[in-house]
């Protein structure tokens, strides 16, 4: 189990916000990413500083440094 940080914004920027919670891997953070955009527009995830992934209400998702389509 690992604690991720999302980091979350409407599209106009006016609404943002932060959260922590603990998954057991990061496909399972990603989902937790992914049902926090019916929210927000974009989501960013992180596990101790490192960037996870990156997933938008557009369409867009972007997985580990090497910003592999999810």
Request: net charge negative.
């Amino acid at each position: 189990m690992a604690k991720y940080h999302f980091s979350f914004r409407s599209a106009d920027e006016l609404s943002t916000g932060e959260e922590c919670a603990t998954f057991g891997s990061d496909e399972r953070a990603i989902q937790y990413a992914r049902a926090l955009l019916g929210h927000h527009d974009v989501v960013v995830v992180t596990r101790a500083g490192r960037f996870i992934a990156r997933v938008s209400r557009s369409g867009g998702a972007q997985h580990d440094d090497s910003f592999h389509e999810i």
